[in-house]
């Protein structure tokens, strides 16, 4: 049965009021004596939540054949890494928010980038709220990026300015400060790394890290840029060099975590908030920018070394993390635990996974949804009657692909969507070829369709509703002045 949302419910169809004391309940039920209560052997006291920002999939332990990331690889071969990770939003506030709340942007509000008029719903629980009503130490160090800020309490606030955690030496410092005055107590810390985030100058080497930076001639732009420039290859350069610094930063923390003897009780969720910065990335609805590197030590559970192929959100994190640790999440949350993927059981599981993206600064205001069976990817742009509004970021463009080629009839895609896009991503996982209008993949259509129709209705998707869209669009395109 479809849980439809109005204007006057939030999260998955409950209304705003009963949704915010059903929440409130269920924490007031969760004691300080039922945690370690999961059904899961193992179960830790401590959550340690980082993200890297417009991290695709560019590991070593993804297959990277540039990146120079041997402490994530580490934290791989000692957890579980998920291989088809998805995040809800290829745009940063969107897709912390669903971190951070377990449900999905047209959800909880945060559809694009914070500003003045663009924030989450009044009353929606997040992970900071439940775990501080619970008894819980919280910690953040890095960007936020979602509003309020009331609605993530924090005992240790160390967010601004974000780009200074560049430093990774300086974030490790202020990790162990926090271990050192709450690592006692039960506690939560989100660590949020500036890098590979733009801007890139300067970026290739901060406080002697990396060691030995690439150079353009040493990389070679990435496939789903489907360009090749010497300014593309030199960008491209510059984010592997943050990849290295981060993966050192994040070595330095998990070193303090272990130095403060909680390596053992305390469960590590690692993954990128998006996709690269880029082109076809960052901003779209196109594997590079939706699919995340994505990995979980659960000590006692995770099996070491494990991959699933599963289909996995970031909606996923708040239920995996709320049971870990024995505390009753929010009813009607979309997302499931990860244990028994981290366990390596043969579970049950979603067969499609979805996304969306609706703006991320003023004037980049382009709703579309996606989903992805595990083969095919389906889009539905919904608006024809404009092109994209962010067709580039950084130097790789459509000017400079050749007429007549399949980069070019990509790019073109990618400048002026049409209705619906469809890959497979088995045959072409750099999408460059839509197959929507190919009869040989009519049923193939319909089914992802069909499926996406479905998680539309089941997540209270507003933009169904014509009117809501069309007063939505004129909304944005107001504050642009269009």
């Not at 990774?168 to 660590?191: H, I, K, N, S, W």
């Not at 390596?344 to 979603?350: F, H, I, S």
Request: hydrophobic share 35%; proline share 8%; charged share 25%.
């Amino acid at each position: 049965m479809s849980r439809k949302m109005n204007g006057n419910t939030d999260g998955a169809g409950l209304s705003r009021r009963d949704f915010c004391v059903s929440v409130a309940g269920a924490v007031a039920l969760s004691s300080r004596s039922a945690l370690g209560a999961s059904a899961w052997p193992g179960t830790c006291k401590n959550i340690l939540l980082i993200t890297t920002d417009d991290q695709g999939v560019e590991a070593g332990c993804y297959g990277d054949p540039y990146a120079r990331t041997p402490h994530l690889d580490a934290l791989a071969a000692e957890g579980v890494r998920f291989d088809r990770a998805y995040i809800t939003q290829a745009s940063c506030s969107p897709s912390r928010s669903s971190m951070l709340t377990g449900l999905y942007p047209h959800q909880n509000g945060q559809i694009g980038l914070v500003r003045p008029d663009c924030h989450m719903r009044e009353g929606i629980p997040t992970l900071q709220g439940v775990l501080k009503a619970a008894g819980y130490k919280t910690g953040m160090i890095g960007k936020l990026h979602v509003a309020p800020a009331t609605a993530f309490p924090l005992d240790f606030d160390r967010r601004q300015p974000c780009i200074r955690t560049r430093d990774v030496r300086g974030v490790a410092a202020e990790a162990t400060e926090f271990l050192d005055r709450y690592g006692d107590a039960p506690f939560f810390l989100m660590v949020n790394y500036f890098d590979p985030h733009r801007p890139y100058k300067d970026a290739d080497q901060i406080k002697g890290l990396p060691e030995k930076p690439y150079g353009p001639d040493d990389v070679k732009p990435f496939p789903f840029l489907g360009v090749d420039s010497e300014a593309v290859r030199k960008e491209v350069a510059t984010y592997y060099n943050c990849l290295s610094r981060v993966d050192t930063g994040i070595g330095l923390l998990l070193a303090r975590l272990e130095e403060a003897g909680h390596k053992d009780d305390t469960v590590v969720v690692f993954l990128g908030d998006h996709g690269a910065p880029f082109a076809r990335a960052k901003t779209t609805c196109y594997e590079a920018g939706e699919r995340v590197p994505f990995i979980v030590r659960w000590p006692g559970v995770s099996r070491a070394g494990h991959v699933s192929r599963a289909l996995v959100s970031s909606v996923d994190i708040m239920p995996t993390v709320l049971d870990a640790v024995g505390v009753a999440a929010p009813p009607g949350l979309p997302g499931r635990s990860l244990a028994p993927l981290c366990a390596g059981r043969k579970t049950p599981w979603r067969k499609t996974v979805c996304a969306e993206y609706t703006t991320h600064a003023p004037g980049h205001y382009f709703p579309r949804r996606a989903v992805f069976d595990g083969r095919y990817k389906l889009i539905r742009n919904l608006l024809t009657d404009r092109p994209n509004p962010v067709p580039n970021i950084g130097p790789a463009k459509r000017a400079l692909t050749k007429p007549g080629t399949v980069e070019r009839a990509a790019y073109d895609t990618h400048c002026n969507p049409p209705a619906v896009e469809l890959y497979d991503i088995e045959k072409d996982p750099v999408e460059f070829h839509n197959l929507a209008d190919d009869s040989a993949y009519g049923d193939v259509k319909k089914r992802l369709l069909a499926a996406l129709q479905s998680w539309r209705e089941e997540t209270g998707d507003q933009t169904l509703d014509p009117l809501y869209l069309a007063r939505l669009t004129r909304e944005q395109d107001a504050r642009v002045g269009k």
